[in-house]
Structures are given as C-alpha cells and as structure tokens.
T-cell receptor, first 114, second 116 residues
Framework: DADVTQTPRNRITKTGKRIMLECSQT?????MYWYRQDPGLGLRLIYY???????NKGEISDGYSVSRQAQAKFSLSLESAIPNQTALYFC?????????????FGPGTRLTVT | AQSVAQPEDQVNVAEGNPLTVKCTYS??????LFWYVQYPNRGLQFLLK??????LVKGSYGFEAEFNKSQTSFHLKKPSALVSDSALYFC??????????????FGAGTRLAVHP
C-alpha cells in the first residue's frame, strides 16, 4: 500500500550493530504497529502505538525499541542486532474510530543480520 | 488463549477450479475476522473482513469467505482460481478487549499454488 512506506526495503548488517527501520504513513491513522514475519510463524507483534504519547510492547519486544516521532512516523530500532533478528519487518496502521478495523501494511523491510 | 489456525501449509489447485483456504479461530466474544494476501516482495494486502451481518462476505479479486460460528471457521473461497492468485494468504482475528488498540492475531499463513 503506497500510503504506508518503509525504509530501507532491504538491509544487511553485522551482529552488534545498531539499526533503525523507518515507517511513514499518509493515511492519517493514529494506531501504528511493527511486526516481524518469519516463515511458518505468521506475523508477530513487536510494538504498537495509539498515538505519539502511547507506546506498548507486543509479544516479542525484547531486543527492540521504538520511537513515535509524529502521528505519521513510527521507527523501530535494533539496539544490538543478532542473527536471529533476520526477518521481514512490517509496519501497519489502522483507524478503528472510523470503523476500519483492518490494518494497512507497508511493503516491508527485509533485514539480514550476519 | 486467543488464536488463529490455518491447518494447511500449502494448497494446490488447478487453474479454473474452485479454491478453499481454511481458517479456524478461538476467541471469546464475537470475532472480527480478516483475510490478507501477500505477493512476493510485497506487503500484506487486505482482502476482506467479517464484522457482523451476512455470513458470506465478498472481497477483492473475486474472493469471498464464509463465517461459520458453530464451527468457528472463516474459510476463504474463490469459484475459479487463476495462476495469478498464487500467493501467501493470512487469516487474522481482532484480539478481543484490545479496545482502541485494535490488535490483530495472525495465523501462520497458507501458500496457495495455482497450476496452469
């Protein structure tokens, strides 16, 4: 969905490096989410945010942190990358206040930690 | 615990034949259910949802899904498969009592392969 963008699209980094993945949206949604996708495991929630003042841990937040710089921007950081953080990462948004309970996803960032 | 199950890792269908991708759920209360499709190197695209009302819901690209409360299922269907339907499909349910956070629980995904 072109309304939710993620940068970079691909990244290779080394163990121990700090890396930031960025997400921007033009949908005007308040709720934003970060997921990781691993084969056979579906999508697992890392962090979610109601608005710029509200950040919450998801089921797999260890080793990750986030920053909600503005309504439209939600960044995910890996403080010290490790190989088992190699995965596909997705940002998503939603606006249930408008009756839109589905989430809208960015194109993903493929991260490889060597 | 709230969960979503997609019992088939892969579904193989011949082009032109009907397809079904299965999903069952376990949540308390009335479920909000969703199907998404993921094409290679793309994000998840929303296909359809069931919130309330008619048990048969129609979505994008000719897909439909049937909500069955007694069987706690929400199977994705299409009357005539296309090779271009080949992709990874995810079923999801809204986490009950997530309130304004609107969190979704995803199944593991089913890979659909449509053969010419």
């Amino acid at each position: 969905d072109a309304d939710v963008t993620q940068t970079p699209r691909n990244r290779i980094t080394k163990t121990g490096k700090r890396i930031m993945l960025e997400c921007s949206q033009t949908k005007g949604h308040d709720r934003m989410y970060w997921y990781r996708q691993d084969p056979g495991l579906g999508l697992r929630l890392i962090y979610y945010s109601f608005d710029v003042k509200d950040i919450n841990k998801g089921e797999i937040s260890d080793g990750y942190s986030v920053s909600r710089q503005a309504q439209a921007k939600f960044s995910l950081s890996l403080e010290s990358a490790i190989p088992n953080q190699t995965a596909l990462y997705f940002c998503a948004t939603s606006d249930p206040g408008q009756g839109l309970f589905e989430q809208y996803f960015g194109p993903g960032t493929r991260l490889t930690v060597t | 615990a709230q969960s979503v199950a997609q019992p088939e890792d892969q579904v193989n269908v011949a082009e032109g034949n009907p397809l079904t991708v299965k999903c069952t759920y376990s949540v308390s209360g009335n479920p909000y259910l969703f199907w998404y499709v993921q094409y290679p190197n793309r994000g998840l695209q929303f296909l359809l949802k069931y919130i309330t009302g008619d048990n048969l819901v129609k979505g994008s690209y000719g897909f439909e899904a049937e909500f069955n409360k007694s069987q706690t299922s929400f199977h994705l269907k299409k009357p005539s498969a296309l090779v271009s339907d080949s992709a990874l499909y995810f079923c999801a349910v809204r986490e009950p009592f997530s309130g304004g956070y609107n969190k979704l629980i995803f199944g593991a995904g089913t890979r659909l392969a449509v053969h010419p």
